[in-house]
Nanobody, 120 residues
Framework: VQLQASGGGSVQAGGSLRLSCAASASIFTINGAGWYRQSPGKQRELVATITSRGITNYAASVEGRFTISRDNARTTVNLQMNILKPEDTAVYFC???????????????WGQGTLVTVSS
């Protein structure tokens, strides 16, 4: 099983990007999930999370600018990033709890990173 992240790229400050994360196999659904980021020389930090019930939480630095969401089919988790700033430049990682049909608990996986570069 893999989580496939996409949507990174380069944008000017004030612009927007949308990241997506999906399980590689359709038999899995995504319950809880989170997006993290890591800048050069810094530790990985939490950006946003969503619980299996849809409750969201954000880092103070992105509150009001970023929105985490999950599609109704629970196959994809997205991170809409607006009003991007140069300090948002980082490699972004998704982390999600996947559950296959018939399983009673989630298994957590990391996606590969996707680079977001914001220029001033």
């Amino acid at each position: 099983v893999q989580l496939q992240a996409s949507g990174g790229g380069s944008v000017q400050a004030g612009g927007s990007l949308r990241l997506s994360c999906a399980a590689s196999a359709s038999i899995f659904t995504i319950n809880g999930a989170g997006w993290y980021r890591q800048s050069p020389g810094k530790q990985r930090e939490l950006v946003a999370t969503i619980t299996s019930r849809g409750i969201t939480n954000y880092a103070a630095s992105v509150e009001g600018r970023f929105t985490i969401s999950r599609d109704n089919a629970r196959t994809t988790v997205n991170l809409q990033m607006n009003i991007l700033k140069p300090e948002d430049t980082a490699v972004y990682f998704c982390n999600a709890g996947l559950r296959a049909v018939g399983e009673i608990s989630d298994r957590w996986y990391w996606g590969q990173g996707t680079l977001v570069t914001v220029s001033s």
